[in-house]
């Protein structure tokens, strides 16, 4: 039997906050990320940060908001929404430009799946743009299913979906049982 060394990430020093959309932390992640699609998509995709209201990001409308911070500092960062009573869709992945190649995308989604089982959500479905290989390539390396045909050229499908399902051991509920949704 042949092992196939896993990668070694650093151990990441880190502080995870659920935060609201207001809290002037987010700033640079709002930023970074309109500077990202315009530069990708021209100055119409700035629009897409604005497409959700900030409130669906918060707890009683089913979703979550969450920065990494080093040393005080905003590193990455990331969201879900409610998609539908059982599925989250994650949003707004992010990894400052300064701090790329550290995994900390990685730990964003680990978390934000963390978070979306707890919550008793089965399922989680993302799209990320035709111009993104890094985010197909991070979705794929992460377990994510591509629900379109990785062969055809990304510019004529659009968004890319992808989705994962929880294991039920991830959808355990703040009270320790097994989530039913």
Known sequence: MTSVAQPSWPALDVTVLHVPVSDPRVRPLLRELGHEYSTRYGKDAHAEISRYPDEVFTEPYGGLLLLLLERGEPVAGGAFRRYDATTAELKRIWTHSAHRRRGLARRVIDELER?????????????????????????????????????????????????????????????????DL
């Open 115 to 179: 978070e979306a089982g707890t919550r008793g959500y089965r399922r989680i479905y993302l799209t990320t743009g035709p111009r993104q290989p890094e985010a197909r390539g991070l979705y794929l390396a992460t377990g994510y299913t591509p629900l379109f045909d990785t062969e055809a050229d990304p510019e004529a499908i659009g968004p890319l979906p992808f989705e994962k399902h929880l294991p039920a051991e991830a959808r355990t509920a703040r009270t320790g049982k097994a989530a």
